[in-house]
């Protein structure tokens, strides 16, 4: 199974619902000072075709690609500090 047939899942599984998903990554995120990074072209590609519908022309894709590394950050903060604990010779 690839890492986007691990993501299907039905209707009765899903976690965050639409007024959530609205809220958590639909919104306009305040940056102040901003980070280049890359994405592939088929990433961008994709997300551009249905955030203008989804966001209603009312967040960017910059907005919407920085709500969801926030999210994924707190949804796997536990995880993530784990593996950096585990991974670090000196904590900082």
Known sequence: MN????LKVNNADVVIRQTDF???F?????IK?????YISK?????VSSYLKYIGKG????????D???????EEYRE??????????STPL
Do not use: C, P, W
């Open 22 to 24: 609205e809220g958590i």
């Open 58 to 65: 009312n967040v960017s894709l910059v907005s919407y690609v």
């Open 26 to 30: 639909l919104k306009e995120a305040k």
């Open 42 to 46: 088929e990433a961008y590609d994709k």
């Open 3 to 6: 890492f986007m047939e691990s």
């Open 67 to 73: 709500n969801i590394l926030f999210h994924h950050m």
């Open 79 to 88: 995880t993530i500090n784990e593996l950096y604990n585990s991974n670090i």
């Open 33 to 37: 000072d901003r980070r280049q990074i």
